[in-house]
Structure formats: structure tokens, C-alpha cells
């Protein structure tokens, strides 16, 4: 069953706003996950919220997620940047 698109809006009620942001960084914490399991992949999500003083972060266990950070950060900044999209 096909979808319709999702309109790419500032969402006006606050309330319906923070339920949104819930649901889709829910969704993208699930996707980082299935991605990591299926495909073999190491893989880090950091999400940052306007209402939560600390950031969501997958995988859950600190040394994990530091691990994978590490690993970025020692590529050279020519490697990092290869496929990276920006969506602004």
C-alpha cells in the first residue's frame, strides 16, 4: 500500500510537533539499528532534541558509540567528507 508524501512543514501545534519528533526519532533510532544488524555496519546516531537536556544516543552502550566516533574522527577529512549529503 502506497504512502502519500510527507509535506515538509513547520508544524504549527506544539503539542502534535513534539509527538512528531518522537515518532520519526523513534523510527531513525530503529532504522540505525537494523541497518547496523542486517548490513554488518558499525553505526552511531546522536540525536539532539529543543526539549531534552541529553542527546539521544544508539548504540546505547557509551564505549560503543565512542568506539565508532573514534574511528571517524582518526579518517582523514578527505575520507569523511567522500559521501556525505547535506539536506539543506
Not at 5 to 17: E, F, G, Q, T, Y
Request: proline share 7%.
Amino acid at each position: 500500500m502506497a504512502r502519500k508524501k510527507v509535506k515538509l512543514a513547520w508544524i504549527v501545534n506544539d503539542s502534535a510537533r513534539r509527538a512528531t519528533f518522537k515518532k520519526r526519532k523513534k523510527g531513525l533510532m530503529k532504522k540505525v539499528s537494523e541497518l547496523s544488524t542486517l548490513c554488518g555496519v558499525e553505526a552511531c546516531a546522536i540525536i539532539y532534541g529543543p526539549e531534552d537536556p541529553q542527546p539521544d544516543v544508539w548504540p546505547s552502550t557509551p564505549s560503543e558509540a565512542h568506539r565508532v566516533l573514534t574511528r571517524f574522527n582518526s579518517m582523514p577529512e578527505m575520507e569523511q567528507s567522500k559521501k556525505m549529503m547535506n539536506q539543506e
